[in-house]
């Protein structure tokens, strides 16, 4: 008997491939969009959502066996959850949503003094697709 793997099959160099070339088309639409406008947040949702199917089709491992792991991943999830919830409280907290706000800032918010230049919006947002990737595929 062939013994069953517990995790997805790793990506053909092709599909490694497309998959690169995807991030950098969209991480240059999204360096040419405006800050906070809607062209971007329809690139954020389409990024998300792509994530989000790879996330819930492909898992990628067995819940771990070992109490401290279990422990260290319920600490992680929580505090991933308590982000998530201040980014979304913020954000709908904000007078304009198309328009950043000092008095309710999201992390998009404190980031983009630093990521105003093209070059660096391209970079942030390949490093935020990045991220988001291997966080779904780890």
Do not use: N
């Amino acid at each position: 008997m062939a013994a069953e793997s517990t995790s997805a099959a790793p990506p053909s160099s092709g599909r490694r491939a497309l998959l690169a070339v995807c991030s950098i088309v969209l991480a240059a639409g999204g360096a040419l969009t405006r800050p906070f406008g809607w062209p971007a947040t329809v690139l954020v949702l389409l990024a998300g959502a792509v994530v989000l199917v790879r996330a819930i089709r492909c898992p990628t491992s067995a819940e771990p066996k070992d109490a401290a792991v279990r422990r260290g991943t319920a600490v992680w999830s929580a505090l991933l959850l308590a982000a998530a919830g201040w980014e979304a409280y913020a954000f709908v907290r904000q007078p304009d949503w198309t328009k950043p706000s000092d008095q309710h800032p999201t992390l998009s918010t404190l980031l983009d003094p630093a990521l105003e230049q093209g070059p660096l919006r391209f970079a942030g947002w390949l490093i935020w697709l990045a991220v988001g990737w291997w966080l779904v595929t780890r």
